[in-house]
């Protein structure tokens, strides 16, 4: 089975800190995605990446940077966080020849 | 652009009912089409899928077909569960690698 693990669940910060969220998928996945979803609003892509050290801009790519440095795993960046990216963030990978994408727990994230 | 329609919820029904949830596409050539299902507090789970037009997806009682003809992916199941309950969201992924999600439907089944 595929899994996709985030570091954390719930997350609480405060304005103007720098976050990281951490994504992992352990099936040699090529493609990694990360999304925000908000109730009414369904998921956005903020940042996606076919391949290591690539990083391609999803929908709202404002206020976020990503890194991928091994194929496994893809972070998220907020570089100072507002209370309007209080949200729920969810990772996804996905085998390019296959399609398909599986998704992780979710991390849940307030900023205060 | 390529988008995913799928009907408004919420939807509430009795334990044993018919579930039908509507999802219809627009892309140009012949995308793959998903099914997800949320439940509370967690992640997305990958369904069922079809790949071509007639294809059917199938898992856990859930079905869907692929019909080229109407640009629809409808879920169906016969006789629904509390357990059922979640969000179900309808996806494609067109010929370029895109993933496009449907607003998501939240269905609760009621003993």
């Known amino acids: 089975d595929v899994k996709v693990t985030q570091s954390s669940r719930y997350l609480v910060k405060r304005t103007g800190e720098k976050v990281f969220l951490e994504c992992v998928q352990d099936?040699?996945?090529?493609?990694m995605f990360w999304y925000r979803q908000d109730p009414g609003l369904g998921l956005r892509l903020i940042y996606f990446?076919?391949?290591?050290?690539?990083?391609e801009k999803g929908d709202i790519p404002e206020g976020y940077s990503v890194s991928r440095e091994k194929k496994e795993r893809f972070s998220l960046i907020l570089e100072s966080a507002s209370t309007n990216q209080t949200s729920m963030y969810l990772c996804?990978?996905?085998?390019?020849?296959?399609?398909?994408?599986?998704f992780g727990p979710g991390t849940r994230l307030t900023v205060l | 652009g390529d988008s995913v329609t799928q009907m408004e919820g919420p939807v509430t029904l009795s334990e044993e009912a018919f579930l039908t949830i509507n999802c219809t596409y627009t892309?140009?050539?012949?995308?793959?089409l998903f099914w997800y299902v949320q439940y509370p507090g967690e992640g997305l789970q990958l369904l069922l899928k079809?790949?071509?037009?007639?294809d059917k997806g199938s898992n856990k009682g859930f079905e869907a077909t692929y019909r080229k003809e109407t640009t629809s992916f409808h879920l169906e199941k016969g006789s629904v569960q509390v357990s059922d309950s979640a969000v179900y969201f309808c996806?494609?992924?067109?010929?370029?690698?895109?993933?496009?999600f449907g607003t998501g439907t939240s269905l609760t089944v009621i003993p």
């Open positions: 996804a990978s996905s085998l390019q020849s296959v399609g398909a994408q599986y």
């Open positions: 099936m040699d996945h090529e493609n």
């Open positions: 990446s076919y391949d290591v050290k690539m990083k």
């Open positions: 892309a140009t050539g012949y995308p793959s």
């Open positions: 079809a790949t071509k037009a007639d």
């Open positions: 996806a494609l992924l067109n010929t370029g690698n895109q993933f496009y």
